[in-house]
Each structure stands twice: as C-alpha cells, then as structure tokens.
C-alpha cells in the first residue's frame, strides 16, 4: 500500500472509531517516513499515555513549527503533565488502553497536500508536479505549496513564476534567495528578476533588472498601432 493511501485509510479508521487500527497503521507510517507531519498530529491523539501525545506532537512541530494547533496543543500538554516537560525518549511505550481524545481536524486542504508531498517522496515528480499545479490553482495562498514547486520546477521560466508567489505570501522566505541567485535570465526575464529582487527589497539589484528589461528589445516591441512599447517605469 502506497504511504498516502496508508495515511488516508488510517484517517478514515480514526473517525470510523478504529482507533487501534489506526495507530498501528500510522506507526507503520511514521517508521518508513519519519518526516509525515499529518501522521505525527492523528498518532497524537491515538497514543494512550500523556509522554508519547507529546514526543508526537514535538516530532510534528520540528517538521512544520508554524502550526498553532500543534504549538497549543503541546503548550497544554506540558502544562497538565508537567513532570513531563523534560526531553522525552523518541520512541513509544505503546501500553494500556485508549482513551477516547476528539479527534484531530485535519482538513482538506491539508490531507491533499500530505498526498501531493508523498507523490515526491515516492519519485513521481511529473504526477506530483501536475496535481501541485491544480491544487495551487485552488489554494493560491499556500505557501508550502508554493515553495514544493520552487523546489520541483520544471523550467526556468515556472521557477520564476513559483518564486513570485512564494515572495508574495513571504518575502522573508530563508531559501528563496538560494535558488534566485542561481537563475541566469534571458532577456526576457529581466523584468521578472527585477520584481523578485523588489519583493526582496533588494533595491539596487531591483533597479539595474529594470533598466535591463527596458533595454531589452523583446521588452519594447511596439504593440499594433502603437510608437513605443516600453513602459516607464517607477522605481521606489
């Protein structure tokens, strides 16, 4: 079984009340693919003792420490359990009998995301990279998205597309720089070069892009009926 089947069959067994299959099914998960965060969030609340909620929690908050439901849940946690508070063990003690936590919302939003991830994971870049263009085409403000594509890119020019909208939901992205500075434009990119570096805020490179886009023919070819089609443009 694939491990995104895996991890929707689990899911479906949780909400069906199946809570031990479900645990064993994404222990099995999370042993082959320790970096399934939506794993590490339902085994949170599938494992019956307080220390292993928690080293589950912890494991999903280093893969993704934006997620505030998984900061206040652990945040809660420690503070009932606080004689758990130090480092915990990472492994399970897997003992005694469940409790009955509500279950973990995980929406959908985040579940297709979970599958388009492990269409990567499992080498199916080409499948991967046309369901991330039409989850993207929904979900046009998810930047993890955004930043999967950066990495997935199959042109130059789709790079530079990802890279705009990565930079437009965070212009403080610690990768993104890494893979702009790596681009060699034609001259047809000068102008989008330029709008990455001023999403930067990287004025002086900003500006010398812009002047290159101005020079460039293939910026200022006339349209019909018209002298000139080189726009002028103001620099901030």
Same mark, same amino acid.
């Given at each position: 079984?694939? @491990? $995104?089947?895996?991890? @929707?069959? !689990?899911?479906?067994?949780?909400?069906?009340?199946?809570?031990?299959?479900?645990?064993?099914?994404?222990?099995?998960?999370?042993?082959?693919?320790? &970096?399934?965060?939506?794993?590490?969030?339902?085994?949170?609340?599938?494992? *019956?003792?307080?220390?292993?909620?928690?080293?589950?929690?912890?494991?999903?908050?280093?893969? $993704?420490?934006? &997620?505030?439901?998984?900061?206040?849940?652990?945040?809660?946690? #420690?503070? +009932?359990?606080?004689?758990? $508070?130090?480092?915990?063990?990472?492994?399970?003690?897997?003992?005694?009998?469940?409790? $009955?936590?509500?279950?973990?919302?995980?929406?959908?939003?985040?579940?297709?995301?979970?599958?388009?991830?492990?269409?990567?994971?499992?080498?199916?870049?080409?499948?991967? #990279?046309?369901?991330?263009?039409?989850?993207? %085409?929904?979900?046009?403000?998810?930047? !993890?998205?955004?930043?999967?594509?950066?990495?997935?890119?199959?042109?130059?020019?789709?790079?530079?597309? !990802?890279?705009?909208?990565?930079? %437009?939901?965070? %212009?403080?992205?610690?990768?993104?720089? #890494?893979?702009?500075?790596? =681009?060699?434009?034609?001259?047809?990119?000068?102008? @989008?070069?330029?709008?990455?570096?001023?999403?930067?805020?990287?004025?002086?490179?900003?500006? #010398?892009?812009?002047?290159?886009?101005?020079?460039?023919?293939?910026?200022?070819?006339?349209?019909?009926?018209?002298?000139?089609?080189? *726009?002028?443009? +103001? =620099?901030?």
């Amino acid at each position: 079984m694939m @491990q $995104n089947e895996l991890f @929707q069959t !689990a899911v479906k067994k949780a909400k069906a009340g199946e809570r031990d299959q479900a645990r064993e099914l994404l222990l099995s998960l999370v042993e082959n693919n320790p &970096r399934h965060e939506l794993a590490w969030l339902w085994l949170s609340e599938l494992v *019956p003792e307080p220390e292993d909620k928690i080293i589950a929690l912890e494991n999903a908050l280093t893969l $993704n420490p934006e &997620r505030p439901q998984t900061k206040t849940r652990l945040a809660q946690l #420690r503070q +009932k359990y606080p004689h758990l $508070n130090q480092p915990t063990a990472n492994h399970f003690s897997l003992n005694g009998h469940y409790p $009955n936590p509500e279950a973990l919302l995980v929406t959908d939003e985040e579940l297709r995301f979970a599958e388009i991830t492990e269409l990567f994971a499992q080498k199916q870049v080409a499948n991967g #990279r046309l369901e991330l263009a039409a989850f993207l %085409r929904r979900y046009s403000n998810h930047e !993890a998205g955004w930043w999967l594509m950066v990495q997935h890119a199959d042109s130059q020019a789709n790079l530079l597309t !990802a890279l705009d909208h990565l930079l %437009r939901l965070n %212009r403080q992205h610690p990768e993104a720089m #890494r893979y702009i500075e790596s =681009i060699q434009p034609t001259n047809e990119q000068y102008l @989008q070069m330029a709008r990455l570096y001023e999403r930067l805020e990287v004025w002086e490179t900003a500006v #010398r892009y812009y002047k290159r886009a101005l020079k460039s023919p293939q910026q200022c070819r006339p349209p019909a009926g018209q002298k000139s089609g080189c *726009p002028t443009w +103001k =620099i901030r």
